[in-house]
């Protein structure tokens, strides 16, 4: 070091603000501690910046002895092969986004397909490279709908990473208990020692298994602390009823009935009602058949309602709520709520001995269709009727069924899930070669992904009929990015004929035929990529 140095070493400021400080006002006006004014001064400054730099990097106190952290947990995992784990680092690396927010051009959009790479990659069981886990760890801590996923794929290697940079604290939470293990099936003194004495998450880890294994079990070790738990902690453990739900399950939860919780009594009367054989379910068809009758006296068969004229303390106990929430009316809140959770098997013999679909067909009297096909929809969804579903779906290209109608496009949408795969698929296929794709979005989102062919080829040939017709190319922009992830990767063959340039109507957006054009690009350029991704990720 120069004597200068070393001079300037021996006055050093007590603070970095100083030197700062220093700087920002110029040598001219002030002077760095230990030098002379002068044409020295800027170079004294520099010194005596590097020479804090130095100090604050290497002059801290040692820090107490600590114990060296365990070795990270092996990964058993086959590893995945060299161009699955090389495309994953540059999933990984990709950053969303465009700036200005303008046109996103032809390149696929790769953190999008990030949560597709990682449900293949864990359904064929890999393990993840250890020299990722940093980047997939920061990409769940930003992105939370990646995080089971994620760390699924990361294995214990994460939770180990998780327990020594805090901002990967998030995986800790996101798995029960921090990774620590649930005691045998055998080992029921460990079990019981783990429930008596666990931290909350590692108790509903612990529930959360044993219910998906022995439910019987899992009911009845939270029977041995329900009356001393807290009301928070009681609606969680309840809430894991849910799993494995049986006739079995009914005395537990009828005598939650009466809980001091709302919330818990609430979830009770939900899981009960979701057994069509529960005496709570029957007390319900009692209330809600006493409201809804067929009137025979007009010129077609006419369903009537006589919403309920109060909420007694039985309703109350059964899990209805008495206030409505502000601009709903009392007795229209109360009669959704007991229909919503009266079995639905028993409604054909209370009305006639019709159908489902007959009985939907019906015309309402005095408004009330509304509301009473909603609370059928709630209920369909709730016992996962599909019977009901169907009826109250109708056909696809129902005028109706494209418009408000008695059921919403949103009550459709969790309708469909409870039908299988290749069904819904044609509902909704033959939903937009009727309405289109304006109304579609919510329907797409509950179809399984890959796409069945029927929607496809119905989503693919809606967009070229919109571009053709000259519509405003960025209000699909949505439905173009579900393709992109949810297509096929087989159906790139069928759209080469759409990438060239359109010829532009004359009422076209300006520039919409380049747009579309570019669109199109990149919906294929992404499908050769996802089939390259399955096949790199396929043994």
């Known amino acids: 070091m120069s004597t200068t140095t070393t001079a300037v070493d021996a006055s050093l400021p007590d603070s970095w603000e100083e030197l700062v400080t220093t700087a920002l006002l110029g040598t001219d006006r002030r002077t760095p501690p230990g030098s002379a004014p002068g044409p020295d001064a800027p170079s004294a400054l520099l010194d005596a910046a ?48 465009t700036p200005g ?44 709908d990646l995080r089971p996923a994620a760390l699924r794929f990361a294995g214990p290697r994460a939770l180990w990473l998780a327990r020594l940079n805090p ?32 931290l909350f998450a590692e108790r509903v880890a612990l529930l959360a ?9 899992a009911r009845e070790l939270l029977a041995t602390t329900w009356a001393t738990e807290r009301a928070e902690d009681r609606l969680m453990f309840v809430d894991s009823l849910r799993t494995g739900l049986g006739p079995d399950d009914e005395p537990f939860l009828e005598q939650s009935l009466a809980d001091r919780s709302r919330n818990v009594r609430a979830t009770a009367a939900e899981l009960l009602s979701a057994l069509p054989g529960s005496a709570l379910a029957g007390r319900m068809a009692v209330r809600a058949g006493a409201c809804v009758a067929v009137d025979h006296t007009r010129d077609t ?11 007694d303390a039985g309703m109350e106990r059964d899990g209805v709520v008495a206030r409505p929430p502000a601009g ?21 013999g209370r009305l006639g001995g019709r159908t489902p679909r007959e009985i939907v067909a019906l015309p309402v009297a005095d408004d009330w269709q509304g509301e009473l096909h909603a609370a059928w929809c709630r209920a369909a969804v709730r016992q996962r009727d599909a019977t009901w579903s169907r009826a109250l779906l109708g056909e696809p290209s ?14 459709r949408a969790k309708l469909l899930g409870t039908l299988g795969a290749a069904e819904r698929a044609e509902w909704v296929a033959g939903f937009i070669e009727t309405h289109g794709l304006s109304e579609a979005f919510q329907l797409l989102g509950v179809c399984a992904v890959p796409w069945a062919a029927p929607v496809g080829r119905a989503v693919a040939d809606a967009l070229n009929i919109a571009r053709d017709a000259g519509s405003y190319p ?25 990438l060239a340039l359109p010829d532009e109507p004359e009422n076209a957006s300006p520039g919409a035929g380049g747009y579309w054009s570019e669109a199109f690009q990149r919906l294929v350029t992404t499908l050769h990529l996802r089939a390259r991704i399955h096949s790199e990720l396929t043994p």
Not at 101 to 126: F, V
Not at 398 to 411: H, M, Q, Y
Not at 475 to 498: I, K, N, Q, T
Request: aromatic share 4%; proline share 12%; with cysteine.
């Open 101 to 144: 927010g303008g046109r996103r051009g032809t390149a696929p959009d790769l953190m999008e397909l990030l949560p597709q790479w990682l449900a293949t990659a864990n359904a064929r069981d890999y393990a993840a490279p250890p020299a990722v886990l940093p980047a997939l760890l920061d990409a769940a801590r930003g992105r939370t």
């Open 301 to 311: 068969p006419t369903i009537t309602v006589e919403a309920p004229h109060e909420c």
């Open 209 to 217: 298994a044993l219910r998906s294994r022995e439910p019987a079990a």
């Open 398 to 411: 129902a005028p109706e069924a494209g418009g408000p109608g008695a059921v919403s496009l949103a009550e």
């Open 328 to 348: 709903r009316g009392e007795r229209s809140w109360w009669l959704g709520q007991l229909v919503e959770a009266a079995p639905l098997g028993g409604w054909p």
């Open 167 to 198: 901002d990967w604290r998030f995986a800790l939470r996101a798995a029960p208990g921090g990774g620590a293990s649930v005691p045998g099936a055998r080992d029921t003194e460990g079990i019981r020692r783990l429930w008596r004495e666990g």
């Open 50 to 97: 590097a020479a804090a730099t130095v100090r604050r990097r290497a002059g801290l106190r040692p820090g107490r002895a600590a114990r060296r952290p365990e070795p990270a947990p092996e990964d058993p995992r086959p590893a995945l092969p060299p161009a699955a784990a090389r495309r994953l680092t540059m999933l990984l690396a990709d950053r969303p986004g």
């Open 474 to 498: 960025w209000s699909f922009s949505g439905v173009m990015g579900l393709a992109e992830r949810c297509l096929d990767p087989s159906e790139a063959s069928r759209l080469d004929a759409l």
